[in-house]
């Protein structure tokens, strides 16, 4: 029988996941004006916040095994998660706040690694490809949360406000979540949390690192980029926009393709489209074609993640251990892709590093091909 309350109950975590951080980034902007935050201090504040992950998503793996199961895990740190909203908008200043940011950061490795582990699980019982649509629910989340935050800070609220929202509605919907989520697969737990990874993890979560890598330049870079070749500051949105819809229509469509393609075949044939489409802007930076090229990177990169994700499942003694490699990897890659725009634009200029990642994700593409 296909597990369809625990499926229900998983992609409610992956929307909850998605809403927080939703909600999260319509507070930066009111959050760095009322602590007069430079952006120096802003960056290093967001910095908190993936240094956290990546510091703890490396012992998830093995944190299933030894507490009953990656489900539990995922719904103890998830509701860790909606609480460090809450404290964040308790923070007194910037101080303060940088340590909710390595607590959330945290709570939020922790929940990726092992949610992402949990819903591997479901999709192998289920009997068919559906990673994509957990990852869709993520998505459809951080969308829902943008708007809860932006109607909240259109009504007045300010950010401590907008925050303390976030935090009920993340932790209502994780505690309904709880009621139909299983514990999860119980695999034997090994001696250490630690160890170096099998040689088929190594491939994939090397295209993780570079697939991370072009979504973190594309989320931090494209508006500026439009903006150098003389598209107005109001109508630069509509190449985030352009990558971000795609970005869900493909996840949406996702399982059918998964079903069709394979896995490795998906990422193939995503990574190589999204190199088509950062070829595309790099060549032809005015809007109408520099969206199109977005669109592309959006719909290619859509089921990238998800089909790792259930690749590097079965590449290791549990499904947290081999979703872990390949999310730490990735989320290396999501830290550096900014920085490495902007130190090779600086070099020379945002034209070549478009194009650099548009190599970046062909390489990806390579090594996607080779792990076949």
Same mark, same amino acid.
């Given at each position: 029988?296909?597990?369809? #309350?625990?499926?229900?109950?998983? $992609?409610?975590?992956?929307?909850?996941?998605?809403?927080?951080?939703?909600?999260?980034?319509?507070?930066?902007?009111?959050?760095?004006?009322?602590?007069?935050? $430079? @952006?120096?201090?802003?960056?290093?504040?967001?910095?908190?916040?993936?240094? =956290?992950?990546?510091?703890?998503?490396?012992?998830?793996?093995?944190?299933?095994?030894?507490?009953?199961?990656? =489900?539990?895990?995922?719904?103890?740190?998830?509701?860790?998660? &909606?609480?460090?909203?809450? !404290?964040?908008?308790?923070?007194? /200043?910037?101080?303060?706040?940088?340590?909710?940011?390595?607590?959330?950061?945290?709570?939020?490795?922790?929940?990726?690694?092992?949610?992402?582990?949990?819903?591997?699980?479901?999709?192998?019982?289920?009997?068919?490809?559906?990673?994509?649509?957990?990852?869709?629910?993520?998505? +459809?989340?951080?969308?829902? *949360?943008?708007?809860?935050?932006?109607?909240?800070?259109?009504?007045?609220?300010?950010?401590?406000?907008?925050?303390?929202?976030?935090? +009920?509605?993340?932790?209502?919907?994780?505690?309904?979540?709880?009621?139909? !989520?299983?514990?999860?697969?119980?695999?034997?737990?090994?001696?250490?949390?630690?160890?170096?990874?099998? #040689?088929?993890?190594?491939?994939?979560?090397?295209?993780?690192? !570079?697939?991370?890598?072009?979504?973190?330049?594309?989320?931090?870079?494209?508006?500026?980029?439009?903006?150098?070749?003389?598209?107005?500051?109001?109508?630069?949105?509509l190449g985030y926009a352009?990558?971000?819809?795609?970005?869900?229509?493909?996840?949406?469509? *996702? @399982?059918?393709?998964?079903?069709?393609?394979?896995? !490795?075949?998906?990422?193939?044939? *995503?990574?190589?489209?999204?190199?088509?489409?950062?070829?595309?802007?790099?060549?032809?930076p005015a809007l109408p $074609? &520099?969206?199109?090229?977005?669109?592309?990177?959006?719909?290619?990169?859509?089921? %990238?993640?998800?089909?790792?994700?259930?690749?590097?499942?079965?590449?290791?003694?549990?499904?947290?251990?081999?979703?872990?490699? %390949?999310?730490?990897?990735?989320?290396?890659?999501?830290?550096?892709?900014?920085?490495?725009?902007?130190?090779?634009?600086?070099?020379? @200029?945002?034209?070549?590093?478009?194009? &650099?990642?548009?190599?970046?994700?062909?390489?990806?593409? /390579?090594?996607? +091909?080779?792990?076949?």
């Amino acid at each position: 029988m296909r597990p369809v #309350r625990d499926r229900a109950a998983t $992609s409610l975590l992956f929307f909850a996941n998605g809403f927080g951080f939703g909600g999260w980034s319509a507070a930066i902007a009111p959050l760095k004006g009322a602590l007069r935050l $430079s @952006d120096g201090e802003l960056g290093l504040l967001l910095f908190t916040l993936a240094a =956290g992950a990546v510091s703890f998503m490396p012992i998830a793996g093995a944190l299933g095994p030894r507490l009953g199961g990656a =489900g539990r895990v995922a719904a103890a740190s998830g509701l860790a998660f &909606a609480a460090c909203f809450g !404290l964040a908008a308790l923070a007194p /200043g910037a101080a303060a706040l940088a340590l909710v940011g390595l607590a959330l950061g945290a709570s939020n490795g922790l929940m990726d690694v092992t949610m992402n582990a949990h819903a591997s699980a479901v999709e192998r019982r289920w009997g068919a490809p559906i990673m994509s649509s957990f990852h869709a629910a993520f998505s +459809v989340g951080g969308l829902v *949360g943008a708007g809860f935050g932006a109607g909240a800070l259109a009504l007045g609220f300010g950010w401590r406000g907008l925050l303390c929202g976030v935090a +009920v509605c993340a932790l209502a919907m994780i505690l309904a979540a709880m009621r139909g !989520l299983t514990p999860g697969e119980r695999q034997k737990a090994t001696r250490t949390p630690f160890g170096w990874p099998p #040689r088929a993890l190594i491939g994939l979560a090397a295209i993780a690192f !570079l697939c991370f890598l072009v979504e973190g330049a594309m989320i931090d870079w494209d508006g500026v980029y439009l903006v150098s070749f003389g598209v107005g500051a109001a109508a630069a949105p509509l190449g985030y926009a352009a990558f971000a819809t795609t970005m869900i229509a493909g996840r949406l469509a *996702g @399982d059918r393709i998964v079903a069709r393609l394979g896995r !490795l075949p998906t990422v193939i044939a *995503g990574a190589a489209l999204a190199a088509a489409g950062l070829a595309l802007a790099a060549l032809w930076p005015a809007l109408p $074609s &520099a969206a199109l090229g977005f669109a592309a990177v959006g719909a290619g990169l859509s089921n %990238v993640v998800p089909a790792l994700f259930s690749e590097s499942a079965s590449h290791a003694s549990s499904p947290a251990r081999g979703i872990a490699a %390949v999310a730490t990897a990735g989320y290396s890659g999501l830290l550096a892709g900014p920085p490495l725009v902007g130190a090779i634009a600086s070099l020379s @200029d945002l034209r070549i590093a478009f194009a &650099a990642l548009a190599a970046m994700a062909l390489v990806a593409a /390579g090594l996607a +091909v080779r792990a076949r």
